[in-house]
């Protein structure tokens, strides 16, 4: 009896394992870049009261619905504000940001221009070279979705920082 389970059980595995590959299988898919919309009732019933055989025959009616609209973004803030349950910005934290805003960086978020400047009097502090410590920071400054490369290159912005902290966020 014990046999004849496990033959029922391989087989029942490999069927079903059959079944789940057909249906990966033939890459005939119907997914295009752009989608269309479905006709709507009123389009599939005048086509097929009409006697069409597809509805590009007639014109569909143009139904009351308007299409969907794309779902936007939220705009991002412009003044320097943290989030809340965020500390607040310390004298030291704004005093960056501005001299930053001065050589022409406006960050996003406080929280990308604060940790490229930590990241620069942390490194400057354990004795790392300013290549080391410029590679992060340019990196950091790149990731910043409000950057805008066509105004400063990503190593000007991460030679700003990396100044801008040296001399007014590091030991103050």
Do not use: W
């Amino acid at each position: 009896m014990h046999r004849t389970r496990g033959k029922v059980f391989g087989v029942v595995i490999t069927f079903a394992a059959a079944g789940l590959l057909a249906a990966c299988g033939n890459n005939d898919s119907t997914a295009t870049s752009t989608p269309t919309l479905a006709p709507t009732k009123t389009s599939a019933v005048a086509a097929t009261t009409t006697g069409a055989n597809s509805p590009t025959d007639q014109p569909a009616p143009q139904s009351s619905e308007t299409a969907p609209q794309p779902e936007r973004p939220q705009p991002v803030p412009s003044q320097l504000t943290t989030p809340s349950g965020a500390p607040a910005l310390t004298d030291r934290d704004k005093t960056f940001l501005e001299e930053l805003k001065k050589r022409g960086i406006t960050p996003g978020a406080p929280d990308i221009a604060l940790t490229a400047g930590s990241l620069v009097c942390q490194g400057t502090a354990e004795g790392a070279t300013q290549d080391q410590i410029m590679t992060y920071v340019t990196a950091i400054a790149g990731s910043d979705p409000s950057f805008d490369e066509s105004k400063m290159s990503v190593d000007q912005a991460g030679k700003i920082y990396y100044e801008v902290a040296s001399k007014s966020y590091c030991n103050k």
